[in-house]
């Protein structure tokens, strides 16, 4: 793609378009973020943000959190539930996060209404009942915090509204198997200063997948939902809200797709081979072959309190205060073939809890806002049953889980962190601002495993404890300048810390008790916001350079007894340099089309690269010319949006084509585990008449099936391991949807 001719083709279009519009033309509507943990324009905010607000999203149509990639650049979202239900596959500027475990903290962090979302499962989402999404690109740990080292998603839902009957009711009928999703919203006003919120759901997801050996629909799920969100405001100074929320879903996961060559174990010693090196073993990219039906549940629930009170005109206090639980059971067959080989059941229960108190100050001159994060995340019941009877040479039904797993572990984990932290601006000259901010954190870990291995026979190695503390300071450092009141320009220098703590699925001693030290990052940036053309379009430009040092990356390495066995680590292995640069503009090209655009180039690589990363390498393996996982060089999305008043109601339109560059799937770049390039077009057409809005919309129209996520097990350097599996993205898939709202919702 020549990136320069096609921006430079846009900005001719966009400028020619914005020139012809006659005077007193539309002008872009400000947007609002609380990139910095305050109401502020995006306009005036020293950070690279994207914001999606509540029309957009209902005009995208999204099925899920995965969508959220196509409105950011350098953002990669993809659905990784091989291990967790709804396991999200995210990287932001070449920084990814995937692991299914919960003690391995994020590196790419997702905000709830105000609250991070400590673990991967669940991440991959439906987007229900949400005002806004936020995306900050590159580290955010002053004021977000925990390991958003990478950056930070925010997703915001919508809040009561006091004095007023509202709601919305929705069904939403998609092509495959005609799955329907119900939705409704009742706002309730309780008084003149107490509203409550209702929302129920039921969503099904459709069984995209056939199963060729044993005729199952896989990838289908149902979840229902419940929640509910009073909000008191009993003076204009003092507002407080509570709400709860739960999720039950269950259903079957996605296929395992069997993508072996013929140099790996399940191939070559029980013929469990793909069928050519671009289709897998069930020959087509949307159908498993795997003969064990891959059920999961997972259920959630969700508590919080949040406070504001304005002390003065110029000061605020904050309090969010929050308890999340779940609990979650998933089973996988890993081989995805016909024969009984390798499959998995992973049970596990996880609780966390946090509370941030935090004074926002803004005068003339001086904006602070600071306070303490408190953190404490547990995870408990955690079961890992691995069962590969034909591989140990065992027969089948003398290790499974009606009798004794060929592999059984079990363990517990607590994580604790404390932190204060500030940030601010400061107006110094006439235009001129200071930016200044630092958090210091203080993180303790333990982990207590117990684990049976086929280490000579059905081994249990002894109970093994872990822990360990970490403490950093981090800090954001900056200048903002504002020459128009349509121009800002900024430079910052910001870091990251992502503190160390152990792996859960390590099964030796020597693995577990060593865990792994922090890493950190260093990220030095510049950007220019603009409204051109009287506020008709919106241009905004990042370029930036991240330090990224003593990388945690996950890696399998051998360990003692028969066969080819692994057991997975996570090692400071590497350091990194990325360079990139992003450009965002929206365009009202006249009184009826409006155009969004964004791009994102990386240029990501190691600069050390040491480890043993395949089974038949050493310790100190140089593995610097691999490519980071999930940084594809290009990534650009263009969508063309229409509104237009039509026989006395609103008609609607989206257009938008994302298109990604390959990338490196796993950190190996195992042969076969690479994403080639691919691009996914969407389109909506939605009608509002009064109260009603009638829609029709389809997603991945062109049938892109590239693999959403892959993986080696057990990987050589010769091409050998011993099996690698693949699944599948959601095919193209049409859809109606009937809305009835009133009052402001």
Sequence with gaps: MDFKRLSHSIAAVVAASSLALPAGAAQLEEIV????????SMQDSPVAVSAVNRETIQAAFLGDATGIAQFAPNVVFDDISAGTPGGGGISIRGISYQDVEKTFDPAVLMYLDGVPLGTNTGNAMNLLDVERIEVLRGPQGTLFGKNAVGGVINIHRTKPIIGQWAGKARVRVESEDSATNLEGVLNIPLGDTLAAKVNVARLEEPGYYDNI???DDEGESDEERFGIHFLWQPTDDLTAEFQYNQSEMDGILAPMLNINSPLADLCAGFGACAASDDEPLSGDRREGAGNLGQDFFLDSKDYQVDLNWDISPSLTGVLIAAHRETDERTFIDFDGSPQTLFHIRRTSEYEQDSLELRLDYTADRLSVTGGYFYWNGEVSGWENEAT???FLGLPVGTCGFDTVACQFETASAESKSHSVFFEGDYRFAENWYFVLGARYIEEDKELTKTSQVPIAGLTTLPTTTGDR???DIIHRIGFRWEPTPNVMAYATWSTGFRSGGFSIRGVTPEIIQTGFEP????????GIKTELFDRRVRLNATVFRMEYDDMQIELQVPRPGPGSGT????????SATIDGVELEVTALLNDYFTLDFNAGWLDAGYDT??????????QNDDNSNLPLRRAPEWNYTAALNYSQAVGGGDLRGRLSYSWTDDYAGTVTDFPGTHVDDFGLLDASLNYTYGQWQVGVFGRNLTDEDEYSHTFAVVPYRSGRSLFTFATPRAPRTYGLELTYTFGDY
């Design 388 to 390: 590969i009877p034909l």
């Design 33 to 40: 973020v609380t990139a910095r943990k305050k109401a502020e």
């Design 519 to 526: 890493e950190t990052v260093d990220n030095y940036e510049l």
């Design 609 to 618: 690269f040491r480890g043993q990363i395949f089974a038949d390498g050493t």
């Design 567 to 574: 057991q997975d680590s996570v090692v400071n292995a590497g």
């Design 469 to 471: 503390t970490d403490d």
């Design 213 to 215: 050996t044993n005729g």
